[in-house]
């Protein structure tokens, strides 16, 4: 289960403290904004190292068919990003804002392609947490996008946090498959 979490929280429970902390966003009258936390049953270092690969965010991400990135693997780093059809959109430009792993941070911009979300940025931070007496995941991802001309800001939100929960899904069903398999170490890092 995913759950969304809007702005306007006050601190108190876990993921509305690392909202507060980590998912800061400047949010202009003609944007919509919000937080989706998944709670995955894995432990952080495995779910890092797939959340961490902005050069392959196919490997959890179901939209992405592929994706080039040229140069190291360092912010400011621009990937092109081929979108699966059933989406109104082929390809996708982003730039790494941030990529932190001391803390788990990692925030991408749309900076070209044929999306209709501009000026979409997001923050996606992963946090250890115990699940079941077993060591687990919260993720969290944020973002902050214009509302196209047309839609209004609920329709706009509705559409990104549909496809940021099947991406925070999918990533949780990629993690366990891999702890499944034994494959407790993290993916290999480039």
Not at 10 to 32: M, S, T
Not at 43 to 54: C, G
Not at 94 to 102: A, I, P, Q
Request: with cysteine; aromatic share 6%.
């Amino acid at each position: 289960m995913v759950t969304l979490l809007n702005y306007g929280i006050r601190a108190g429970k876990p993921e509305e403290n690392f909202i507060l902390r980590y998912h800061k966003h400047d949010v202009g009258e003609d944007q919509c904004t919000s937080s989706l936390v998944k709670h995955i049953k894995d432990p952080l270092p495995l779910v890092w190292s797939l959340v961490r690969r902005f050069d392959q965010p196919q490997i959890y991400k179901p939209f992405v068919s592929r994706c080039v990135i040229n140069g190291d693997m360092q912010i400011g780093t621009v990937r092109e990003v081929n979108v699966k059809s059933g989406l109104p959109a082929t390809v996708s430009k982003e730039r790494l804002e941030l990529l932190d792993d001391e803390e788990h941070i990692l925030s991408m911009r749309i900076v070209g392609g044929d999306l209709r979300l501009k000026n979409y940025s997001s923050i996606i931070t992963v946090h250890p947490e115990i699940i079941d007496g077993r060591p687990g995941t919260l993720a969290i991802e944020s973002f902050v996008v214009d509302v196209p001309e047309g839609n209004t800001k609920d329709e706009t939100c509705y559409f990104v946090e549909a496809l940021i929960k099947c991406n925070l899904v999918s990533l949780a069903d990629i993690s366990e498959d891999l702890a499944m398999q034994d494959q407790m170490e993290p993916i290999d890092r480039v």
